[in-house]
């Protein structure tokens, strides 16, 4: 009973999202938005909170352990300044809460953003690398494409713009259409086995 | 009551059924009754086989590794997915396979997400298959946890794990964004065997580059019949061979009336 209960609940929402996809009434579409957003949101809030408390958990629990204590003391500490941060002064543009967003929060996200650079060069190097016929083609592809994007690219031969255009409106389009499609049916046929109850891998197994 | 209905008296006539979305309710019927008929037609489970997927297979060798050097597997879902999405439904169908692994072989398992209702279900799906296995004391509810909702700190924080923990094997399975590059490369500076899989073309080019075994497309939602070997889900998996034929018979077709009738469009969906 506690996996068929669930199993029915998303088969009905299922084939309710499915069929109110054809329609453009208001009331479909009111009640559209009602599942995706509003359902969705209790679900998340509730969730929520047990994805603090867990974390909240795990981190004084590797404190007490004394494993990497700045970290994990610097991660508690966010979690409840903020809201508190949020619940006092407000989140308007001169706020407290937004002076931390702004000043430590932002330039963090962007600090982590901009190793990606560096892996890019890295994962590149060790990528086109000519070890067969394939990864030479691979590497001819690439040098063209960076050719094509950099001024120095017209400046050689006024071709490598429209080879690295070619390039990349039909034989890389037609691989990343191809591989779409197989990613199309592959999430219909998996959304179809949860509906009709064949998988039930997402309620934690058969029993 | 009364207000609802005066409400909807209110509301302009408008047709119950879009007509434009007449195309994709046909093709969707079309490929819901294949799949259909294929998964619970008897003859049609009987009769063939998937080909081998080298990522798949390969997931027993990387927990494998990570038990003789008593290092964590980690298996992380990527920041672009939520529960609604396919992809990440295929990703914790592979999870359970790989918890299942995990528990007989005794080899800590960490799963990070970025989403809570993820996480809630990841601990129900991890928790049965050491149950399933026969070892739900070796299951702790802290190693599935969620870290944050922000892409560059989930980054920033299964970056982190990688660094300190150093674990054998990873698993990026699932939808990934900017953040799939970051993490490939630190776990291939970890020196960790990596099995990737993404519903991203994107992505998908930066895991071939930085991972052992990379899962392309289809191969990520076939994984769970695969690895299960259940008759019901690989027959639906023959259902997408079917569709691909039928979706190649209708491109042909296509292009070969744009060829003669330039200026037909019957075959374009609106």
Redesign the interface.
Known sequence: MTRKIPQIICALFGMTL?LL????????RNLNLTILNDY?QI??AF??????V??V??NL?AFERGE?RS?HLVSVIGVFIMPLLAIIWGIKGDSPFMWVFENI?VP???T??A??AF??A???F??FRARSVQATILLAAALIMLLSRSTIGDMIADQIPQIADWIRNYPSMAA?R??????G??????????M?G??R?????D? | MLLYLTKLALVPAVAWFDVSKLPVLISAVIAVVIVLYTTYSRKSRERFKIREIAGLKAIEEAIGRATEMALPVLYTPGWGGDIQRPTTIASLNILSHIAEKTAQYNCHLLFPTHDPVIMSVAQEVVRESYARAGFIDRFKEDDIRYVTSSQFGYAAAVEGLITRLKPASIFLLGTFEAESLILAETGNIAGAIQIAGTDSTIQLSFFIVACDYTLIGEELFAASGYLSGDRSIMASIRAQDILKIIIIIFMVTAVLWASFAPSADWWVFR
């Open positions: 499915f996809y054809f329609s453009q009434h208001p009331t479909a969705f679900i998340f969730t929520l909170l047990v994805g603090v867990s974390f958990k795990v629990k990497d970290y929060q963090m996200q962007a982590v953003f190793l990606l892996f890019v890295s994962a590149s060790r990528g990343r191809a591989i779409l499609i197989g990613i049916l592959g999430s219909l046929t998996t959304s179809l086995r949860v009709v064949i998988e891998t997402w309620l934690g197994g029993k």
